[in-house]
C-alpha cells in the first residue's frame, strides 16, 4: 500500500484477508505483495494509517459484568434455591434464629462464589498479560522500538533473545532461532525457526517459518514481517474459543435439581391431600387444617440438608488443599468424584518437562541414566547393573565433555533444582554431576577460552579450553549427522580408532525410535592452546566420544497414579501437541493405548463428528492436537455420556478447561489463562494429585449420601407422625415449634459429623457411579421409609404409653421430642456405614465429631427438658427416670432393626447396589 491509499482501499484490503492466508506457505515476496510492504518496513504516516483500520493490537476485552450482577447471580443455584425456600418458611413461622443461621449460610455462600467468579473472569485478562507490552520494529528503513499495540501487518519487527513475541509473524531472516511454543502447542522443546515456507497443510507446532504472538524466544535472532495482530492472531483464536465455551453444570447440581423437584412435589401432594382430608372427613376448620397443613410441611422439608451440603462441599475443599488440590469453585469438589475420564497433557503432568539424559552410547558400552529431570540424582547402568564412572574412561570422559561444552547452570534452592540456560544443556550437567563430577573444579581445570555459538547453519555448538600446561581442547556438541560428518576416529577405553560410521548411524536410529532427542560430543586436542577458535578446526577430523540421548521423563508417580485410575474404573487419555513419536513412546511407559496407536490432528479433522464420538471412546493416545482438536475431544466423550476432566498447563488448553466437568490447571508451570479457567489447580503439577482429588470428590460424594440418608428419615419421622395424628384425629405428638427445635439442633450438630467421616474401604476399587445415576437408588429409598416408620413408631408410640399412664399432653410430648432424637442419635452411628456393620474398620467411636456431635445434643436436650425457659418456649416439663429408660430401649432397638436390614442388604445384594 502507498502513503496515498485511501482508507476504503484498506478496509477492503482487510475484508479480502478474512479466509485463512496460510502465511507459513507462501513464498517471502508474495506475503510482502499481499501486505503491501517491503524489507524497509512501513512508513511512519503508513503505519499510522493502518492502525486506525486495524485497530490496536490488543486482545478484546471480555465482557465484564458489574460487582452487582454478578453477586445477585451468586443465588442462581439449585442449592441456594433450597436454601432460600427454607429461610422463607421459618420466617413465616417465626423461627427467626433457624431463619438466621440459613440467610447466614446463603450470604457466606454468595460471598464465596462472587470471589472465586472475580478470580475466573481474570481468565481473558491473563491472555491479553502474555501479549509483549514493546517490540523492536523496523519503519522507514531505520529501527526503533515501538509499543507492541500499535504494530499493524505489514510492519517488520526484529526479534531477539528473550523477547515475547508481539504478533503472529511471517519470519524472513533467522540466525539459530529458537522459539518456545508450549503455551500453543504444548511441546516441552524450543522450536528452531526457519525462513523457509512451510507445507500448506502444515500443523501448527510445525510451521517453522512463523513466530506467533505470546511465545517466547529463547535463543538466536531474526526478523519477521507483521501478518495478524489483536484477535487474528492464534492467541486471539484461542481468547475467542474461551469466550464462546460454555461451561457444563456438575453431576451434583443436577441430581439435586432433579430431587429437589420430586421431593417439593412428594410434599406439596401430601399436605394437599391430607389437607383437604381434614375438612372432608373430620370437619376441621379452615384455619386449623391450614395450620396442621404448615406444620405437616415444615416437618417434611429437610431444611438442614443444604446447610450440610454446602459445609460438606467445603470440608472437602480443605481436604484437597491438603493434598495439593486447590479447588476454585464448590461443586467441582463431588464432581471429581464422578469423573469416568481423565484427559491429561503431556507435558509437565505426566512428564516433568524437564529433559533428562537417558541413554549414554559409547564406542564401548550402552549406559542406561536414572534419575528425574535436572535433579542430578541417579546412576549409570549396564545391562540394568550399577556402574561407577570413574571406572569406566568412555564414560567419564563423555561426562566431562558434557559439563565443559555446556552454558548452562544448575541451582538448587529450597529443595528444588532450576536451571539457567537451555533444557539440554540442563540435561547434560545433571548427568556430568551424576558421574560424580565437580562442575566448578572442572571448568576450573579446563577454563574456557574461546567458543563457537550454535548456529542453525551448521548445526553444532564448539568451545576451547586449556589445562594451565599449555594443552588445548575443542569439544563441539550438536546434531549426530553433522558431527558425525566432522569425524575421523571414536573414543575407545583407551585409545582413538578410526570411526565406524554405520555402529553409530545405527544407534542414532534406534534412539529416535525411543523418542529420544539424539545429541553428539566430539573432542580434538591440541598440543599447544590456540587463543581463538576458527571454523576450520573443527570442520574434520574429530574424534566421536558419544551419543546422549535425551527425553523428557515420565513422572514415576504418575505411572503409578495412572495405574491406579484403571483400578478406579477411569479412562486416562493422552490429548498433546507433541509430535506422534514422541507421544507414543510416553504412552508406552504408561501402557495407553491398544497396540500403542497414536492418532494425530489430521486424523481427527478427517473425522466426522459421530466418527469421533466413537474414536474418542476407543483411543487413548492422540498427537500434534490444536485447541479446537482438544474442544472437540472434550465434546466427543460429553457426547458419548462420560463426565471429562481435563488437565493442561498452556494457554491453548483453556477452551478445553473450560469446557470439561472438571478442568484441571498446573499451578507451578502452568500459565495463568490455563488456572483462571479451571475448576481445581495443583499445587505440585502432579498427576498423582489428580488421584487424591478423585478419591477426595467419591468421599464428599458418599459423606453427603451419608447426609441425605441421616436427614430424610427425620423429616420423614416428624411428617408421618403428624400425618397419623391428623389421620386417626389424635393430638399432635409433636408441636411445630418444637419441630424446628429439633430440626435446628440435629442438623447443624449430627447431620454434620457425618461430613467428617474418613473414605470407605475400598473407594477407589469401585468404578465411577454413573452419570445419569439418581442421588437415592431404590435401596437408599428403601431405608428412609424404613428408618421413618420405625422414628414414627417409637415417637408415637411413646407419646400414647405416657397418656395411657396419666402423663399430661405436655409431658407426654416431651417424652416423643426425646425418643426422636433419641432415635436420631444411634441412626447417626448406623449411618456411618451404609451397608457395613457400624463397628467395622475403625470401631463405632472412631469418628472424633460424631462424638462431639451426640454430646452437644445430650446437653441441648437436657436443657430442652429441665431448663424453665426453654420449659416456658416450647412447653415441656421434666420427665422421670422411667421413661428415659424407655426412650432408651427405643433408641437400642431401632440401632439393632436397622444393623439387621444391613445384614440382609449384604446377603441380597442386587438390591443394596448403592
Not at 26 to 51: Q, W, Y
Not at 55 to 70: A, F, S, T
Not at 145 to 160: H, K, N, R, S, Y
Not at 616 to 633: G, I, N, Q, W, Y
Given at each position: ?100 443461621v440459613i440467610a447466614g449460610v446463603v450470604l457466606i455462600n454468595a460471598i ?100 506467533f504472538a505470546g511465545t517466547l524466544v529463547t535463543y538466536g535472532t531474526g ?446 508451570k502452568g500459565t495463568e489463562a490455563a488456572k483462571e479457567a479451571a475448576e ?235
Open positions: 500500500m502507498s502513503k496515498n491509499t485511501s482508507k476504503n482501499e484498506r478496509m477492503a484490503g482487510l475484508n479480502q484477508r478474512n479466509g485463512p492466508a496460510e502465511w507459513h506457505s507462501r513464498p517471502v515476496e508474495e506475503v510482502f505483495k499481499e501486505l503491501g510492504t517491503n524489507e524497509a518496513g512501513l512508513s511512519l504516516e503508513e503505519a499510522h494509517n493502518r492502525l486506525a483500520v486495524y485497530g490496536p493490537n490488543l486482545l478484546e476485552p471480555p465482557k465484564r459484568r458489574g460487582p452487582i450482577q454478578r453477586f445477585l447471580e451468586q443465588f442462581n443455584n439449585v442449592l441456594l434455591y433450597i436454601l432460600v425456600g427454607a429461610a422463607v418458611v421459618t420466617a413465616l413461622l417465626g423461627h427467626w434464629i433457624d431463619t438466621g464465596i462464589g462472587f470471589i472465586q467468579e472475580g478470580k475466573a473472569e481474570k481468565a481473558l485478562e491473563a491472555i491479553q498479560a502474555m501479549l509483549s507490552p514493546r517490540a523492536g520494529a523496523r519503519r522507514g528503513g531505520r529501527p526503533l522500538t515501538v509499543m507492541a499495540e500499535t504494530l499493524v501487518p505489514g510492519d517488520i519487527v526484529l526479534l531477539q533473545s528473550g523477547d515475547r513475541v508481539p504478533a503472529d509473524l511471517r519470519l524472513l531472516e533467522t540466525k539459530s532461532i529458537q522459539i518456545q511454543e508450549s503455551v500453543l502447542t504444548g511441546e516441552s522443546e524450543a522450536v528452531e525457526k526457519a525462513p523457509e515456507p512451510a507445507a500448506p497443510k502444515t500443523e501448527l507446532g510445525d510451521r517453522t517459518s512463523m513466530a526478523i519477521g514481517v507483521v501478518v495478524e495482530t489483536a484477535d487474528r492472531t492464534e492467541i486471539g483464536r484461542i481468547s475467542s474459543m474461551l469466550t464462546e465455551v460454555q461451561t457444563l453444570t456438575t453431576p451434583l447440581l443436577r441430581q439435586i435439581a432433579v430431587f429437589s423437584r420430586w421431593l417439593t412435589l412428594a410434599i406439596l401432594v401430601i399436605t394437599a391431600a391430607i389437607f383437604v382430608f381434614g375438612l372432608l372427613v373430620h370437619d376441621y376448620s379452615l384455619n386449623d387444617m391450614f395450620m396442621a397443613a404448615v406444620g405437616l410441611a415444615v416437618a417434611a422439608i429437610p431444611e438442614g440438608l443444604p446447610p450440610v451440603m454446602t459445609i460438606t462441599l467445603a470440608i472437602g475443599v480443605t481436604r484437597m488443599a491438603r493434598r495439593n488440590a486447590i479447588v476454585r469453585r464448590l461443586p467441582a469438589v463431588e464432581t471429581l468424584g464422578a469423573v469416568t475420564v481423565i484427559c491429561s497433557d503431556k507435558t509437565g503432568t505426566l512428564t516433568r518437562n524437564e529433559l533428562m539424559v537417558q541413554t549414554v552410547l559409547t564406542a564401548e558400552h550402552v549406559y542406561t541414566v536414572t534419575g528425574s529431570g535436572y535433579e542430578p540424582i541417579g546412576e549409570f547402568r549396564i545391562n540394568d547393573e550399577p556402574v561407577a564412572a570413574s571406572q569406566y574412561p568412555d564414560l567419564l570422559v563423555a561426562a566431562q565433555a558434557a559439563v565443559l561444552c555446556n552454558d548452562g547452570e544448575l541451582t538448587e534452592v529450597e529443595g528444588e533444582w532450576h536451571l539457567y540456560g537451555n533444557p539440554t544443556d540442563g540435561a547434560l550437567l545433571a548427568a556430568g554431576i551424576k558421574a560424580k563430577l565437580d562442575v566448578a573444579v572442572e571448568r576450573q581445570s579446563q577454563p574456557r577460552t574461546d567458543l563457537i555459538p550454535f548456529e542453525s547453519v551448521h548445526k553444532f555448538m564448539a568451545t576451547l579450553h586449556h589445562d594451565h600446561e599449555g594443552h588445548g581442547c575443542v569439544y563441539v556438541k550438536g546434531a549426530p549427522e553433522r558431527i558425525l560428518e566432522m569425524c575421523a576416529f571414536q573414543r575407545g577405553d583407551s585409545r582413538d580408532v578410526p570411526l565406524d560410521a554405520d555402529y553409530w548411524l545405527e544407534h542414532i536410529e534406534t534412539l529416535a525410535s525411543r523418542a529420544q532427542r539424539v545429541l553428539a560430543i566430539a573432542c580434538r586436542s591440541t598440543e599447544t592452546a590456540p587463543l581463538h577458535l576458527r571454523f576450520k578446526d573443527v570442520e574434520a577430523g574429530l574424534t566421536l566420544i558419544a551419543l546422549f540421548g535425551l527425553i523428557d521423563p515420565p513422572r514415576k508417580e504418575a505411572v503409578e497414579a495412572v495405574a491406579r485410575c484403571r483400578n478406579a474404573g477411569i479412562q486416562v487419555k493422552m490429548i498433546t501437541g507433541d509430535h506422534a513419536t514422541t507421544a507414543g513412546a510416553i504412552a508406552a511407559r504408561f501402557d495407553l493405548g491398544q497396540d500403542h496407536r497414536v492418532l494425530t490432528g489430521k486424523d481427527l479433522d478427517a473425522l466426522s463428528e459421530d466418527e469421533l464420538v466413537v474414536v474418542a471412546r476407543d483411543a487413548d493416545v492422540f498427537a500434534r492436537t490444536t485447541p479446537e482438536h482438544k474442544l472437540r475431544l472434550v465434546r466427543a466423550l460429553q457426547a458419548g455420556g462420560q463426565i471429562v476432566a481435563m488437565t493442561g498447563d498452556g494457554v491453548n488448553d483453556a477452551p478445553a478447561l473450560k469446557r470439561a466437568e472438571i478442568g484441571i490447571a498446573m499451578g507451578r481445581m489447580v495443583l499445587a505440585d503439577d502432579n498427576f498423582t494429585s489428580i488421584m487424591h482429588a478423585v478419591e477426595e470428590g467419591r468421599t464428599v460424594y458418599d459423606n453427603l449420601r451419608k447426609s441425605i440418608l441421616f436427614l430424610l428419615p427425620t423429616s420423614g419421622g416428624e411428617a408421618l407422625t403428624i400425618l397419623v395424628a391428623i389421620l386417626f384425629a389424635q393430638a399432635l405428638p409433636i408441636t411445630p415449634v418444637q419441630i424446628l427445635w429439633v430440626n435446628m439442633i440435629t442438623a447443624v450438630t449430627l447431620g454434620l459429623a457425618l461430613a467428617f467421616e474418613p473414605a470407605e474401604a475400598g473407594i477407589l476399587k469401585r468404578p465411577p457411579r454413573p452419570p445419569d445415576a439418581p442421588i437415592l437408588s431404590a435401596f437408599l429409598t428403601w431405608r428412609i421409609v424404613f428408618v421413618s416408620v420405625l422414628l414414627l413408631a417409637g415417637t408415637f408410640g411413646l407419646f400414647k404409653w405416657e397418656q395411657a399412664f396419666g402423663a399430661s399432653l405436655d409431658a407426654a410430648r416431651t417424652v416423643a421430642v426425646n425418643a426422636l432424637v433419641a432415635g436420631e442419635i444411634v441412626y447417626l452411628f448406623n449411618c456411618r456405614r451404609i451397608t457395613e456393620r457400624s463397628w467395622a474398620r475403625n470401631g463405632l467411636f472412631g469418628n472424633r465429631p460424631v462424638l462431639i456431635a451426640v454430646a452437644l445434643v445430650i446437653g441441648f436436650q437436657l436443657l430442652f427438658t429441665y431448663l424453665p425457659v426453654m420449659q416456658m418456649l416450647f412447653h415441656t416439663t421434666p420427665i422421670d427416670l422411667g421413661a428415659w429408660f424407655r426412650i432408651i430401649l427405643f433408641a437400642l432397638c431401632l440401632f439393632v432393626l436397622v444393623e439387621l436390614e444391613k445384614t440382609a442388604a449384604r446377603r441380597y445384594r442386587s438390591f443394596a447396589s448403592i
